[in-house]
């Protein structure tokens, strides 16, 4: 028996979309692939009518159930693995996997953990500190031209991950570390860091963007991100004990 992704646990999630016909389009696109979750985060236009008419009446339930948020942050909070869509290559965006590859490696992901698959605007896609909060990077191979439709984009990858699978059960990943908890992780780590001089407290996040890398590759589990919290704080705490003395 072949095993597929579970969709229950994928979630769509569109970072500042334009215009309320590419919402309802990406709708639509996610109801031919048989994925009904969709978060919007900070819509240029919200105006239901334009984006129900794109959707259809066939993913109306797609659009009555779509999570709006203000921010990305609170968009990627409840989610243990995220993974960013981008056109654009290069030093900042080095984790380049194909749909395919990607949609193989997020099955066992998807059996315990909720998963975002990330889209940024149609204008510019995702910037580099939107994509530092992502544990994986997938790249549409395309020919000449770059730029796809954002519902385009969205339909090739619930397609390829609609379509793998694997004729043998896969091990499931045991509950990762959400978005939030690494969050969290971070800014602490930051603090200590910066605390003992690693880091430069003028411009920590240049290193801080190696160290997210590093730990992104970990798939870090949340009880693993409460012991380097501990550690951090530890450190912080005997910090103030020596200033103080």
């Not at 970072?15 to 900070?42: K, Q, W």
């Not at 109306?60 to 981008?86: M, S, Y």
Request: charged residues 25%; contains cysteine.
């Amino acid at each position: 028996m072949t095993v597929g992704l579970n969709r229950d646990h994928t979630t769509i999630v569109l970072h500042r979309p334009r215009y309320p016909e590419n919402i309802g389009s990406t709708a639509r696109a996610m109801c031919n692939m048989g994925f009904t979750r969709l978060t919007v985060v900070d819509p240029g236009i919200w105006d239901e009518e334009r984006i129900r008419r794109l959707a259809t009446h066939a993913a109306g339930a797609v659009v009555d159930d779509i999570r709006r948020c203000d921010n990305l942050d609170e968009a990627l909070a409840p989610f243990g693995h995220v993974v960013g869509t981008t056109a654009r290559t290069g030093g900042q965006r080095p984790v380049i996997r194909s749909p395919e590859f990607l949609a193989r490696e997020l099955i066992p992901i998807a059996v315990n953990n909720p998963v975002a698959i990330l889209f940024g605007p149609e204008d510019r896609g995702l910037t580099n500190d939107d994509l530092r909060r992502c544990h994986r990077v997938v790249n549409i191979p395309t020919q000449d031209f770059t730029s796809l439709n954002l519902a385009q984009a969205v339909m090739v990858i619930c397609y390829c991950l609609s379509t793998a699978g694997t004729h043998d059960p896969p091990a499931a990943t045991p509950r990762l570390a959400k978005r939030i908890e690494l969050d969290r992780m971070y800014a602490e780590m930051t603090a200590a860091l910066v605390r003992i001089g690693y880091l430069n407290p003028e411009n920590p996040d240049y290193w801080m963007i190696r160290i997210r890398r590093f730990f992104n590759r970990l798939s870090l589990r949340a009880g693993e991100v409460n012991i380097i919290r501990g550690i951090c704080r530890q450190i912080l705490g005997y910090a103030g004990r020596t200033d103080a003395q």
